[in-house]
């Protein structure tokens, strides 16, 4: 299965060459997936995305925007100049990880009761 992207070669990927290991290395720890819901539902400032209900510590967040940017999922703009303040944005990399936060919420709400149950929801990861 090849990708629309130029193909990486083994040294580039982390830990092996498995597809799901190396996206796990770029967002499989527990705070990034929420950064990019965060974004994908309208978030863009630092201080928005710190306002989300699951509380991510500031030093954590500053750290996944720094990756996932160096990962080319988040861009920056700065939008205030003194002191410097940026707004993110997903790049169409960081769009693509939709269908995976969409299957992620039909997953949830099928075994984990009590979870939020949106209508639609592959639309809420356009």
């Given at each position: 299965?090849?990708?629309?992207?130029?193909?990486?070669?083994?040294?580039?990927?982390?830990?092996?060459?498995?597809?799901?290991?190396?996206?796990?290395?770029i967002?499989?720890?527990?705070?990034?997936?929420?950064?990019?819901?965060?974004?994908?539902?309208?978030?863009?400032?630092?201080?928005?995305?710190?306002?989300?209900?699951?509380?991510?510590?500031?030093?954590?967040?500053?750290?996944?925007?720094?990756?996932?940017?160096?990962?080319?999922?988040?861009?920056?703009?700065?939008?205030?100049?003194?002191?410097?303040?940026?707004?993110?944005?997903?790049?169409?990399k960081g769009?693509?990880?939709?269908?995976?936060?969409?299957?992620?919420?039909?997953?949830?709400?099928?075994?984990?009761?009590?979870?939020?149950?949106?209508?639609?929801?592959?639309?809420?990861?356009?």
């Amino acid at each position: 299965m090849k990708s629309t992207d130029e193909k990486k070669s083994p040294e580039a990927c982390k830990r092996s060459i498995c597809p799901i290991a190396s996206a796990l290395d770029i967002v499989g720890d527990k705070w990034t997936l929420l950064v990019v819901r965060d974004l994908f539902m309208g978030k863009t400032t630092y201080s928005e995305l710190q306002k989300s209900p699951e509380s991510i510590p500031t030093n954590l967040l500053a750290d996944r925007l720094k990756r996932l940017e160096q990962g080319g999922i988040v861009a920056r703009q700065s939008y205030q100049q003194k002191p410097v303040r940026y707004a993110y944005r997903l790049t169409d990399k960081g769009k693509d990880l939709g269908i995976i936060l969409a299957a992620m919420v039909t997953w949830g709400n099928r075994h984990i009761p009590g979870t939020f149950v949106p209508d639609e929801p592959d639309k809420m990861f356009q």
